[in-house]
């Protein structure tokens, strides 16, 4: 089949060249030796010219060391990084220009002297910083004070151009100051924008009141604030933190990415604190990324990129923090109630579940339906002490998982009970045969085949009913989180896990929703 070659100008369709078969190659798969050869050849990629399985760079336009050693001596295999770079162009000698040609200085009569100093003055520029008033003066004043040692006609003719001369360089002067005003007004309007901007940014600095921090935030003050982002650490410029990013940072071409290297790319636009308030911003009050990007300025893909780190950042740092208390700690933060119905409570567990979207697969779709809510769902396991601290969450499941098989996989019968310990829950947990050895379960008793329960039951009913609510609470301040309003798309099961458990561990930071 005939070939042709796309390099411009390489018109020759002879197929043998001074001896020596010419063979055609493609151009390579690899991404960045692809755009060498596109940018090598001069050829711009558009609507008069794309590269197909059929586009060949013929041989002539790379050097024999291009070339892998062939012991036949028929076959040419080009090296694997072997870019085209014999072309026409580059053999072409540079035009030289011509030297410019020597003029002969004018001789001019004496009389003309005082003529041509008159032409060489120095004329005002348009541009504020080249006004030269006083100097402009001074010429002004020793060119009307200078004697013509000239006849009289002369002299007076001289006079009258240097005059004439005068007014217009007033003029110019007048010019230049006027539109030196301007542009003191201009300048005066844009540093008034400026501040009005920098007034306008929205950061956690502008707010002094704890209601607006809590509002934002979820903490009750500014000074916890301080205090989570002292422990996160991100560091001055967020060194600390590893930036998520569309494709993966990890390795490119196949090659893993040297750690030390320094990073390239255009310095971020906000700072670590911003971020992590853009992001607590996103996590409370549930604000659409792109209601974000207009706020700080910033494409709604550099939001999602933000929070997606991190969240996965303070899910790395909280994973830290240890949350299972001692029975000493539970003991000394017991409130009243407890202590006096149910002293050996260790922890109340409930499960709750939040709306996701609902898939196209039946089979996918019915793991996730759950009857409880009517709608496809994801389900986990949250455990709060007596003192209303969350000590436990589990990842989350689908939904149509059952509360005993929730509690089997999530690694909450590992925890380290004590004997003697009580778990406190609701009718649907009846797991008393898998708890640890000396650890019992606090339900409400069951109505069974019995008409009515009897008043002994009826009164432990309530008294459950009373200290479990805690627990209720306790999973109300994680959804007070609103981005669990809106129902969790496909696109953020990545990461779903995560910000759930970011969220219950951000609401240990707040107040006791329990008096002691």
Not at 49 to 68: A, G
Not at 233 to 252: F, L, R
Not at 499 to 504: E, F, G, I, L, N
Request: charged fraction near 25%; hydrophobic fraction near 35%; aromatic fraction near 10%.
């Amino acid at each position: 089949m005939p070939q042709n070659c796309c390099v411009p100008e390489c018109k020759k369709k002879v197929y043998v060249e001074n001896g020596v078969k010419i063979s055609f190659h493609t151009f390579p798969a690899e991404r960045k030796l692809f755009m060498k050869w596109i940018v090598a050849i001069r050829r711009d990629i558009g609507k008069h010219f794309q590269v197909t399985k059929h586009t060949r760079v013929c041989s002539r336009h790379f050097k024999p060391s291009d070339y892998l050693p062939s012991l036949a001596g028929r076959k040419r295999t080009l090296k694997p990084t072997a870019v085209p770079s014999v072309f026409h162009w580059k053999k072409r000698s540079p035009v030289k220009r011509k030297a410019p040609t020597r003029r002969s200085p004018i001789k001019r009569k004496k009389a003309t002297e005082k003529t041509t100093a008159k032409a060489d003055l120095p004329t005002c520029e348009v541009f504020v910083e080249r006004q030269e008033t006083p100097l402009l003066s001074s010429i002004t004043e020793n060119l009307e004070n200078t004697t013509v040692d000239q006849p009289a006609d002369d002299s007076q003719t001289i006079i009258r151009d240097i005059q004439i001369e005068n007014e217009r360089l007033r003029k110019e002067i007048h010019q230049v100051t006027t539109l030196k005003e301007n542009f003191k007004l201009e300048v005066e309007e844009l540093t008034h924008r400026i501040s009005v901007l920098k007034a306008r940014v929205f950061t956690i600095d502008r707010f002094e009141s704890d209601k607006d921090v809590t509002f934002y935030t979820g903490f009750p003050n500014r000074i916890v604030f301080e205090s989570v982002f002292e422990f996160l650490d991100p560091g001055n410029k967020g060194e600390n933190i590893s930036y998520w990013h569309s494709d993966d940072s990890a390795t490119v071409n196949n090659q893993r990415c040297d750690e030390d290297a320094p990073k390239q790319g255009r310095p971020r636009q906000l700072n670590p604190k911003e971020e992590f308030f853009l992001t607590l911003c996103r996590l409370r009050q549930g604000f659409k990324e792109e209601h974000l990007s207009h706020l700080y300025g910033i494409s709604q893909t550099t939001v999602s990129r933000i929070t997606i780190s991190w969240i996965n950042f303070m899910f790395l740092k909280f994973c830290k923090i240890p949350v299972w208390p001692s029975r000493a700690q539970v003991d000394q933060h017991m409130p009243a109630d407890f202590k006096d119905k149910y002293p050996s409570t260790r922890v109340i567990i409930d499960c709750t579940e939040i709306r996701c979207q609902m898939p196209k697969s039946l089979r996918l779709n019915s793991e996730l339906f759950s009857s409880y809510k009517n709608h496809t769902t994801l389900k986990g396991l949250v455990g709060i002490s007596p003192g209303d601290a969350i000590t436990f969450i589990s990842q989350l499941y689908t939904g149509h998982i059952s509360d005993r098989e929730i509690v089997t996989r999530s690694g909450f019968l590992n925890l380290p009970f004590d004997r003697g310990d009580s778990v406190m829950a609701d009718k649907g947990f009846t797991v008393e045969d898998l708890l640890p050895l000396g650890v019992s379960l606090n339900i409400p008793p069951f109505l069974g085949n019995k008409g009515q329960m009897s008043p002994e039951e009826v009164v432990e009913t309530q008294s459950i009913a009373s200290l479990r609510i805690h627990v209720e609470r306790g999973i109300n301040k994680i959804k007070n989180f609103h981005i669990w309003d809106s129902i969790v798309p496909f696109t953020m099961f990545g990461v779903v896990n995560q910000m759930w458990s970011v969220c219950a561990m951000l609401c240990n930071f707040q107040n006791s929703i329990i008096s002691a």
